[in-house]
């Protein structure tokens, strides 16, 4: 784990700003982005803050948009900086969720090739996969799309070359170091070895969302049977899994 | 009470102000490429600027009602009939139920806007009726209209006036700005060496055909980022100038990622994003750089540009004989001017109450 760089703001057009710690994928810049978001939203939900509309805390940098017709970006950014100053804890969202994950098959369609691709078995590679604790990085890319960080390295693979048209939803997946879960059906280059009936994102149910940015997500491999089970209950606009809190 | 699609163009999507507040949950906003063209449909036919409408690229098609509506057109001129009738955007017009709207493509500019009184009643998701098409959202089933669609309609005042603007807008829209498209630099300029960052401003720009609601590419000048197209992925914003491996910059509309992990080199001033995204495909552009707090003096003004044009909507003659009114007039005893007989009929809410209470 690297120190974050000083906070640097940067620049994103007349209605956003970006505050940036780093410029790499690490865990500290991450947490420390989390822990900024979290401060800001408070700050906004006192009403300190009139005119912010949207924080996205990402990888290494925090976006904010604001209503220039209510705040201007020379008094947020300067708003930004003194909260990035602070003194807070960055220890995420303390949410740790433990996801179901049917390996192989027709949406894991990628399992074999990465277990011979590592020189483990099959088993060996579901062993490391769901024997590892992820935390969410960052939601984007698509609704609900979780960005998945600290990955083992053995299991780090390149994207495939050319993507795939159509990757399903919950389909679990591999990405240079990052992890994933997919949240909506849609094309991919990354690689596949698993699926969940977990829907991360359902508009529907009264909690669209599942994950955010800092949670620890877990996987358990599952039998086929129990995946159909899962998935109908999913189907029905149940959340089938809970996230355990830290006290 | 429902608009009933008798035949779709190509783009035609039901679109709000967006869905605002989700895009720490990935999703972005979707709503009118061109927020103040559907604003100004909206509040010809007395709706809220805001309200649900249509949104088209291409022709619109071909519509019917079941109740009297009053329908407007703006963003653009376009072709358009109701039954035989021809009638002109950027003003609104009655629909009477059984009568045909025809609307055909929008002339030298790309997006247009076609709203009804009472707006589209369609069930909201994540709290916007707008049609998110990349990721399936909102609108009908997350997807363009096609013919055979029935959209409900809201709650309207069907004795309301129909509105024009108080002078005439060129194109039916709001704004007629010409020059060069203002952009602010950042968030990744510094990926770009300065000579690259001159071609910016110097170079030529061309609209390609390569162009949807997430965003659309730019041929004609390239841009090679010095130290690589990829990133590590951070937060865009409608306007972000993201820079691919291709170096044919790629400006994000109403439906882009959240996130993304291309270099942006700029982004466009929001004052100037619908221009640039109205252009039509082969037109030619340049960008000029301001500041950031330029951008925002722009963007301020242009707001309360915007509610003063809303707000200066003045009844149209429209020379209806409406019944009531002719009741009242006395017409065996007296000889009436034919302006007098015409003259605007006036929202019921405006009438001049006939009894005071006591």
């Known amino acids: 784990m690297s120190n974050p760089m000083?906070?640097?703001?940067?620049?994103?057009?007349?209605?956003?700003?970006?505050?940036?710690?780093?410029?790499?994928?690490?865990?500290?810049?991450?947490?420390?982005?989390?822990?900024?978001a979290a401060a800001l939203e408070t700050a906004v939900?006192?009403?300190?803050?009139?005119?912010?509309?949207?924080?996205?805390?990402?990888?290494?940098?925090?976006?904010?948009?604001?209503?220039?017709?209510?705040?201007?970006?020379?008094?947020?950014?300067?708003?930004?900086?003194?909260?990035?100053?602070?003194?807070?804890?960055?220890?995420g969202t303390g949410r740790r969720w433990r996801v179901p994950c049917l390996y192989g098959g027709t949406v894991g369609q990628d399992l074999d090739e990465l277990a011979g691709m590592k020189g483990l078995s099959r088993d060996e590679l579901i062993a490391i996969h769901s024997g590892t604790d992820y935390r969410v990085y960052?939601?984007?890319?698509?609704?609900?799309?979780?960005?998945?960080?600290?990955?083992?390295?053995?299991?780090?693979?390149?994207?495939?070359?050319?993507?795939?048209q159509n990757i399903?939803?919950?389909?679990?997946?591999?990405?240079?170091?990052?992890?994933?879960?997919?949240?909506?059906?849609?094309?991919?280059?990354?690689?596949?070895?698993?699926?969940?009936?977990v829907r991360s994102f359902d508009p529907m149910r009264a909690e669209p969302f599942l994950f955010r940015a800092g949670d620890?997500?877990?996987?358990?491999?599952?039998?086929?049977?129990?995946?159909?089970?899962?998935d109908a209950r999913s189907a029905a606009g149940e959340m089938i899994i809970a996230p355990e809190v830290a006290a | 009470m429902s608009l009933e699609i008798l035949s779709a163009g190509p783009m035609l999507s039901v679109q709000d102000a967006g869905r605002f507040g989700l895009r720490h949950m990935g999703v972005s906003p979707a709503g009118p490429i061109d927020r103040a063209a559907m604003a100004l449909a909206n509040v010809l036919v007395g709706n809220d600027p805001a309200a649900a409408a249509l949104e088209f690229a291409g022709p619109a098609g071909s519509f019917r009602c079941t109740r009297p509506l009053r329908v407007a057109v703006a963003g653009a001129d376009c072709p358009i009939r109701i039954d035989k009738r021809v009638v002109h955007a950027g003003e609104s017009h009655r629909l009477n139920p059984g009568e045909t709207?025809?609307?055909?493509?929008?002339?030298g500019v790309t997006w247009a806007y076609l709203a009804l009184s009472g707006g589209i009643a369609?069930?909201?998701?994540?709290?916007?009726?707008?049609?998110?098409?990349?990721?399936?959202?909102?609108?009908?089933?997350?997807?363009?209209?096609?013919?055979?669609?029935?959209?409900?309609?809201?709650?309207?005042?069907?004795?309301?006036?129909?509105?024009?603007?108080?002078?005439?807008?060129?194109?039916?829209?709001?704004?007629?700005?010409?020059?060069?498209?203002?952009?602010?630099?950042?968030?990744?300029?510094s990926s770009f060496a300065p000579d690259v960052i001159a071609r910016l401003t110097e170079g030529t720009f061309t609209i390609t055909a390569q162009r949807d609601r997430m965003g659309m590419v730019l041929g004609?000048?390239?841009?090679?980022?010095?130290?690589?197209?990829?990133?590590?992925?951070?937060?865009?914003?409608?306007?972000?100038?993201?820079?691919?491996?291709?170096?044919?910059?790629?400006?994000?509309?109403?439906?882009?990622?959240?996130?993304?992990?291309?270099?942006?080199?700029?982004?466009?001033?929001?004052?100037?994003?619908?221009?640039?995204?109205?252009?039509?495909?082969?037109?030619?552009?340049?960008?000029?750089?301001?500041?950031?707090?330029?951008?925002?003096?722009?963007?301020?003004?242009?707001?309360?540009?915007?509610?003063?044009?809303?707000?200066?909507?003045?009844?149209?003659?429209?020379?209806?004989?409406?019944?009531?009114?002719?009741?009242?007039?006395?017409?065996?005893g007296g000889i009436f001017d034919p302006d007098e007989v015409t003259r605007p009929v006036m929202p019921a809410t405006t009438r001049i109450p006939t009894e005071q209470p006591g």
């Open chain 1, 6 to 36: 000083p906070p640097t703001l940067l620049p994103c057009g007349d209605c956003a700003l970006v505050l940036q710690l780093g410029e790499t994928v690490d865990a500290a810049i991450n947490a420390r982005i989390i822990a900024l």
């Open chain 1, 45 to 91: 939900e006192s009403g300190a803050m009139a005119g912010v509309q949207d924080i996205v805390p990402t990888y290494r940098s925090l976006l904010v948009r604001y209503d220039p017709e209510i705040i201007r970006g020379a008094a947020l950014g300067q708003n930004l900086l003194d909260l990035a100053a602070q003194p807070m804890r960055n220890e």
């Open chain 1, 138 to 164: 960052m939601i984007g890319f698509a609704p609900g799309f979780a960005y998945l960080g600290g990955q083992p390295e053995i299991l780090h693979t390149p994207r495939l070359p050319k993507p795939r």
């Open chain 1, 168 to 197: 399903a939803r919950g389909a679990i997946g591999i990405g240079g170091q990052q992890g994933n879960i997919n949240s909506v059906a849609g094309p991919s280059g990354w690689r596949f070895l698993g699926w969940t009936p």
């Open chain 1, 216 to 230: 620890r997500i877990r996987f358990y491999p599952i039998s086929d049977a129990e995946a159909q089970a899962l």
């Open chain 2, 101 to 107: 709207l025809t609307i055909g493509l929008p002339d």
């Open chain 2, 122 to 189: 369609i069930d909201p998701v994540l709290g916007s009726r707008a049609t998110h098409l990349r990721s399936g959202l909102g609108g009908v089933e997350g997807r363009a209209l096609r013919a055979g669609d029935r959209l409900p309609l809201g709650q309207d005042l069907p004795d309301a006036p129909c509105l024009r603007p108080a002078s005439r807008l060129s194109g039916a829209h709001p704004f007629a700005e010409s020059g060069p498209i203002r952009l602010i630099l950042g968030p990744q300029d």
């Open chain 2, 220 to 332: 004609g000048t390239t841009l090679p980022a010095a130290s690589g197209h990829d990133i590590v992925s951070d937060g865009t914003v409608p306007g972000s100038v993201q820079v691919p491996g291709s170096g044919m910059p790629l400006v994000l509309l109403a439906e882009s990622q959240t996130t993304g992990g291309y270099p942006k080199i700029a982004t466009v001033a929001s004052v100037d994003l619908a221009r640039l995204a109205q252009q039509p495909v082969g037109a030619e552009v340049r960008f000029a750089v301001i500041a950031a707090q330029q951008g925002e003096d722009l963007w301020i003004d242009r707001q309360s540009r915007l509610r003063r044009i809303l707000s200066a909507l003045v009844p149209k003659a429209e020379g209806v004989l409406r019944s009531d009114y002719l009741l009242s007039c006395d017409l065996v």
